[in-house]
């Protein structure tokens, strides 16, 4: 069994309760991810919230919200044109695993070639 691992190629702030005193901010994660074959292989994202420090610089702790579970809100596509979507996620610290699936979001890709512009919404708690 193989894991793909995502490639971090871009952050974007998609929306923050900071102005109302809160400490949850959105992001936008854009991912790649290597060759992929289905039920053999799983996918990950790992140092996901030192990634988002890293981008923001701003001197901030990130955390997981354990009720606030990322989820896919974008296809990527892969080198034959094929959508690649995200499945269910679990949260293990500072590390995301989960399948790559068609749209439904259940059914897992049976094989895809590497894949790019995978979108994650990831909501952390910014200390």
Same mark, same amino acid.
């Given at each position: 069994?193989? *894991?793909? =691992? #995502?490639?971090?190629? /871009?952050?974007?702030?998609?929306?923050?309760? !900071?102005?109302?005193? $809160?400490?949850?901010? %959105?992001?936008?994660?854009?991912?790649?991810?290597?060759?992929?074959?289905?039920? *053999?292989? =799983? #996918?990950?994202?790992? /140092?996901?919230?030192?990634?988002?420090?890293? !981008?923001?610089?701003? $001197?901030?702790?990130? %955390?997981?919200?354990?009720?606030?579970?990322?989820?896919?809100?974008?296809?990527?596509?892969?080198?034959?044109?094929?959508?690649?979507?995200?499945?269910?996620?679990?949260? !293990?610290?500072?590390?995301?695993?989960?399948?790559?699936?068609?749209?439904?979001?259940?059914?897992?890709?049976?094989?895809?070639?590497?894949?790019?512009?995978?979108?994650?919404?990831?909501?952390?708690?910014?200390?």
């Amino acid at each position: 069994m193989a *894991t793909a =691992s #995502a490639t971090l190629n /871009g952050i974007t702030l998609l929306q923050s309760d !900071s102005a109302l005193g $809160g400490g949850r901010f %959105t992001y936008l994660c854009s991912l790649s991810f290597p060759a992929y074959t289905g039920s *053999t292989d =799983s #996918a990950n994202f790992t /140092g996901v919230c030192a990634a988002i420090n890293a !981008s923001v610089k701003d $001197g901030k702790t990130r %955390t997981f919200i354990s009720s606030c579970v990322p989820t896919c809100v974008g296809p990527g596509v892969d080198t034959n044109g094929q959508a690649v979507y995200i499945g269910a996620v679990t949260i !293990s610290t500072n590390d995301l695993t989960f399948n790559l699936t068609a749209a439904d979001g259940t059914t897992e890709l049976t094989t895809a070639t590497a894949s790019q512009g995978v979108q994650l919404a990831v909501t952390v708690l910014e200390a």
